[in-house]
């Protein structure tokens, strides 16, 4: 597990890769970040990263678990942001902004050639202009 500290806006954050977290923890912020209960229910979030997941970021505020990304891949040269939760009280500090660059960092060192991300419209600036994404033509299926 690589570590990197810095402070993100006011709030003093670490963020690791790869780092320790419980489920309840990530059920809770998911929960938070995304306004509902996860429509998986008490899913194990272990489980789903250790069986799918290059990586994650986990970034932590003293003991608080304050922001989580999931970091998906193929299995060899692309990856994909996924799941990126704030907590509410960080949120506008720099704490998302330091969670994709750890999880950029993770996926590089990994040795992917690119990392994508899907988002709804009003997180445009951050992923363009924070992120630095460029914009790409991409298609969308619902299935249920």
């Not at 998986?40 to 789903?48: I, K, M, V």
């Amino acid at each position: 597990m690589r570590r990197i500290a810095t402070v993100s806006g006011t709030v003093n954050v670490a963020y690791a890769w790869r780092g320790d977290f419980d489920d309840a923890e990530v059920t809770a912020l998911r929960a938070e970040a995304f306004e509902a209960a996860s429509p998986e229910g008490d899913r194990s979030w272990r489980a789903l990263v250790d069986e799918h997941s290059l990586g994650w970021v986990v970034a932590r505020g003293g003991d608080s678990l304050v922001g989580f990304v999931n970091v998906i891949w193929d299995g060899g040269h692309h990856a994909w942001i996924q799941d990126l939760m704030v907590a509410t009280e960080v949120r506008r500090q720099g704490v998302g902004t330091g969670l994709v660059v750890t999880a950029r960092d993770g996926a590089r060192e990994a040795r992917c050639e690119w990392l994508h991300v899907d988002f709804d419209s009003d997180l445009r600036p951050f992923y363009l202009a924070s992120c630095g994404f460029t914009p790409t033509s991409a298609g969308l299926m619902h299935l249920r």
